[in-house]
C-alpha cells in the first residue's frame, strides 16, 4: 500500500442552503439544559463565551496526531501573515489530554486521535461548539495519511464518498441496541474545488476518489503483518482488487463517521 494524504470535505450535496444558516444540532434536549459541559475540550457554554472565542471560525480541519495538528495550525499562522509568531499559539484544550485545538484567524485546528470512536466523540462536542458559537458558513476538512489503493506513494486523495467495508457509503451506529444507517456523501462542489486548487501546486499528484473507513489499522484494512491474520496474501490481494473496482483509492478508520455526522 502506499501512504498517500487524505483530503476529506464534509457538507452533503442537498445542504448548499443549509450551510448558509448558522450550524444547526439535531437533539432537543440540548434546549432544556442550562449549561452544555464539552467535557473533552475542557469548555462550557457556562465558564467561556463561546460566539466570542469562535463566532468568526470557517473552516475546520482535524487529523489524528495533536503535534500534526499544532504544525498545520502554525503553518496557518505563517500562511495568513497574523500576528505574533506561530510557536506562541495556545492550546485551547489545555485543560484536558484528549484532543487539542488551535484557533489561527477563521480557522480550527484539531487532533482526534485515531479511529471511529474518538472522532465520534470529538465531532459531537465540535459540531455542539460551533452552534454555541453561532457560527455560520463553516466546511470541515479532514486531513491525514492513509493507505492508498492502486496510487503511487504521495499522492493526494480528495474524497468522494466515505464507504465501508463491503464498499457502501454509509455509516452504521448502535443506538440503544438498534443498528442505524446514515448516509456518508460528500461535497462535489468542494472537492471539485480542491482538486482545481491541487492543478495550481507542483509535486502534489491528486485524484478524486472513493475513501474506505476501516475499524482497524491491521486485518481490517489486510495487513499480513499484525498480532493476529486469518488470511492468505492472495485473499488480501483478491480483496484489494475488488475494492479498486469499487472506485476505494484509499483507506483510514474515521472517514464514514466524519461525513455522516457533518452531513
Same mark, same amino acid.
Given at each position: ?38 467535557? =473533552? ?35 496557518? =499562522? ?119 486548487? *491541487? ?30 491474520? *486469518? ?23 474515521? *472517514? ?8
Amino acid at each position: 500500500m502506499a501512504l498517500p494524504v487524505i483530503l476529506l470535505n464534509c457538507i452533503g450535496n442537498e445542504h448548499k442552503d443549509y450551510i448558509k444558516q448558522q450550524v444547526q444540532v439535531k437533539n432537543p434536549y440540548l434546549d432544556t439544559m442550562e449549561e452544555d459541559i464539552l467535557y =473533552h475540550f475542557s469548555l462550557s457554554t457556562k465558564t467561556h463565551n463561546l460566539p466570542e472565542m469562535f463566532g468568526d471560525t470557517k473552516f475546520v480541519c482535524v487529523g489524528g496526531s495533536a503535534n500534526r495538528m499544532r504544525a498545520f495550525a502554525q503553518f496557518m =499562522h505563517h500562511e495568513m501573515k497574523l500576528t505574533g509568531t506561530p510557536e506562541d499559539i495556545r492550546d485551547i484544550c489545555e485543560g484536558t489530554d484528549r484532543y487539542c485545538m488551535y484557533k489561527v484567524g477563521p480557522v480550527l485546528s484539531i487532533s482526534h486521535g485515531m479511529g471511529v470512536p474518538s472522532i465520534s466523540i470529538m465531532l459531537h462536542e465540535l459540531i455542539k461548539l460551533l452552534h454555541h458559537a453561532q457560527c455560520r458558513d463553516v466546511v470541515l476538512f479532514r486531513l491525514g495519511t492513509s493507505g492508498g489503493v492502486g496510487l503511487a506513494p504521495g499522492t493526494v486523495v480528495i474524497t468522494d464518498k466515505a464507504v465501508d467495508y463491503s464498499f457502501r457509503p454509509r455509516f452504521e451506529q448502535v443506538v440503544l441496541g438498534k443498528v442505524i444507517t446514515r448516509s456518508t456523501e460528500l461535497d462535489e462542489g468542494v472537492a471539485k474545488e480542491l482538486l482545481q486548487c *491541487s492543478n495550481e501546486l507542483q509535486n502534489f499528484p491528486t485524484v478524486i476518489g472513493n475513501t474506505m473507513c476501516t475499524h482497524d489499522f491491521y486485518e481490517g484494512q489486510g495487513r499480513l503483518d499484525g498480532a493476529l491474520c *486469518s488470511f492468505s496474501h492472495e485473499e488480501k490481494l483478491e480483496y484489494l482488487r475488488k475494492a479498486y473496482e469499487a472506485g476505494v483509492r484509499n483507506i483510514e478508520m474515521e *472517514s464514514t463517521v466524519f461525513a455522516s455526522m457533518c452531513r
